[in-house]
């Protein structure tokens, strides 16, 4: 799963608390901010799993900070080993 986060979303502890909130599931993935404002999430796992993450993420206190959300589903390619905020 790929998601691309606009809005105030960088400058707020937003990778940080997405690696908080990715303890809780098994996912992995990264994390990363993008120029222009965004932050990019890709995270691999059942598809069950990664929408109840990207729920989770909403409901951690991240969703004020959201405009908008672009979601979209790649297969999976097995290259991470954990959660990981890059730059």
């Avoid at 098994?26 to 729920?55: H, K």
Wanted: glycine share 12%; proline share 2%.
């Amino acid at each position: 799963m790929r998601v691309v986060y606009s809005g105030h979303v960088q400058g707020v502890g937003f990778r940080y608390t997405v690696k908080s909130v990715a303890t809780g599931f098994d996912v992995t993935g990264t994390i990363r901010n993008l120029p222009g404002g965004a932050v990019e999430l890709i995270a691999e796992g059942a598809q069950a799993e990664l929408e109840a993450f990207r729920q989770a993420i909403r409901e951690s206190g991240l969703d004020y900070f959201i405009r908008d959300e672009d979601v979209s589903w790649v297969e999976p390619r097995g290259e991470f080993r954990g959660f990981e905020i890059v730059s």
